[in-house]
């Protein structure tokens, strides 16, 4: 049998729609907590759909194209410039460090982490490197040293702790009311679980601004460590 032709009555129809249903909805959210539920997991739709990271993946695009370029340029030995060729192979060399590490870095800078992370592989991986970075320092020499805290770099630790933990109650909390209140409608449902979401993730948001610190603390033990290790 033929296929059945396509109305354009019924397309017509379905962009006439179109308006009516945005109206609705900007009017639901004005006037009901529902729409941002509904909101919120178009967002999370948005940013877990396949066409959508594509988009987000354009910069890295991009940036792979550039290298490509750099290789290129370097490929070519009648009209390469050493000295150009020199900062392109220490971009090179950047670009692929961060990829291993996620570290942005110059070339001292990445010798020097290079040679921290070979002594103290044992117990510190990369991830604990990046996250100390704000209080790791280094000489002209090359010698690191972990800096000392700072009262107001104590406050702030301290700090995240209490309201990590007040948040994190909250959320139990609400869990606890909502497993055993009495009837759940959806909408229920759906709000309970967005709320209680919704403190635990900001507590654990809060707790890990307290990772740098604890980062140094490990770096600065396991140098210590080393140290000892060489004076025996």
Not at 123 to 150: M, T, Y
Request: charged letters at 25%; hydrophobic letters at 45%; glycine letters at 4%.
């Amino acid at each position: 049998m033929p296929n059945k032709a396509p109305d354009l009555n019924e397309y017509s129809n379905f962009l006439k729609s179109v308006p009516d249903f945005a109206d609705t909805f900007v009017e639901l959210l004005r006037t009901h907590w529902s729409g941002w539920v509904l909101l919120l997991i178009l967002v999370i739709w948005v940013l877990l759909n396949k066409r959508s990271r594509e988009i987000f993946n354009l910069a890295e695009k991009r940036k792979k194209e550039r290298i490509t370029s750099y290789e290129s340029y370097l490929g070519n030995k009648d009209f390469i410039d050493d000295e150009v060729a020199e900062v392109i192979k220490d971009q090179h060399a950047s670009h692929f460090f961060r990829k291993a590490t996620n570290i942005v870095a110059e070339k001292s800078l990445r010798s020097n982490l290079i040679r921290l992370h070979k002594l103290i592989s044992y117990c510190v991986d990369w991830v604990q490197i990046r996250r100390a970075l704000p209080f790791i320092e280094f000489s002209h020499s090359g010698e690191v040293n972990v800096k000392e805290f700072s009262a107001s770099d104590k406050i702030s630790y301290g700090y995240n702790i209490f309201v990590g933990t007040i948040f994190l109650l909250f959320a139990g909390i609400v869990f606890i009311v909502f497993v055993f209140s009495g009837s759940k409608s959806l909408a229920s449902v759906i709000t309970g679980l967005v709320l209680t979401s919704g403190l635990a993730v900001f507590s654990m948001y809060v707790f890990s601004s307290n990772w740098s610190m604890n980062a140094a603390k490990r770096i600065k033990k396991a140098l210590s460590e080393v140290q000892t290790k060489k004076e025996k």
